[in-house]
């Protein structure tokens, strides 16, 4: 597609339940992020997958936290036995990698999680 | 530790005006500084300014780095209800660890 794709776009679950979110980033970028924003914060670093390498994990708040990504494209951020502090809005961007660092980042619309 | 400071964090301003939003940032490696605009869920691209004292221009929007100070500006002039949003800023950083540091925002209000 043209841009980054992220789904579901608004997911309500329960206290203790598991949630899948995914995110489809721009074909050809090796870069992804997932972001958390929680209601008028800013955005927090999640976790960074570029190209084959290890993920750099070091945002993610929890060990109820994870994420995948397969055959460097799509990725799913997994969260188990869900919290009502895990409600927030969560962002993936994708961008092109050069040798030289990242370039700019392009956003989803993101997934609006709510924890009930 | 690295960090991106923004001021202010919330402004109210009315059709017309002139704002300037600040941001200031210790980046290790640091590369560049990126203004991104986010008005619901998505953060849009604004500006990516690499090289010190050269101004970049959208519109009413421009934009400014100075890396010996370490800061930027964002100039919003003859504002207007559609530029209301959260307005970030980002540092960028020269290798393949987490790359970016975002600040908290300026929230931007315009008032017909």
């Known amino acids: 597609g043209a841009g980054v794709s992220q789904s579901p776009s608004n997911k309500v679950t329960e206290k203790g339940k598991d949630v899948e979110l995914r995110c489809d980033p721009i074909s050809g970028h090796t870069a992804l992020y997932w972001y958390r924003q929680s209601l008028g914060q800013g955005l927090e670093f999640l976790i960074y997958?570029?190209?084959?390498?290890?993920?750099?994990k070091s945002g993610l708040p929890s060990d109820r936290f994870s994420a995948e990504r397969t055959g460097g494209s799509v990725s799913t951020l997994t969260i188990q036995r869900t919290q009502q502090e895990d409600s927030a809005v969560y962002l993936c961007?994708?961008?092109?990698?050069?040798?030289?660092?990242?370039?700019?980042?392009?956003f989803g619309p993101g997934t609006r999680l709510t924890v009930t | 530790e690295d960090k991106v400071v923004q001021s202010p964090l919330s402004l109210v301003v009315h059709e017309g005006d002139t704002v300037t939003l600040n941001c200031s940032y210790e980046?290790?490696?640091?590369?560049?500084l990126l203004w991104y605009k986010q008005e619901k869920k998505a953060p849009t691209f604004l500006f990516m300014l690499t090289s010190s004292g050269i101004e970049k221009k959208s519109g009413r929007l421009s934009s400014i780095l100075d890396k010996k100070e370490l800061f930027s500006i964002l100039n919003i002039t003859a504002t207007q209800t559609g530029d209301s949003a959260i307005y970030l800023c980002a540092g960028a950083r020269d290798n393949y660890g987490q790359n970016f540091v975002f600040g908290p925002g300026t929230r931007l209000s315009v008032l017909p």
């Open positions: 961007a994708s961008s092109i990698t050069g040798t030289s660092g990242s370039y700019e980042q392009y």
């Open positions: 980046v290790t490696n640091f590369r560049s």
């Open positions: 997958f570029q190209g084959n390498s290890a993920p750099d």
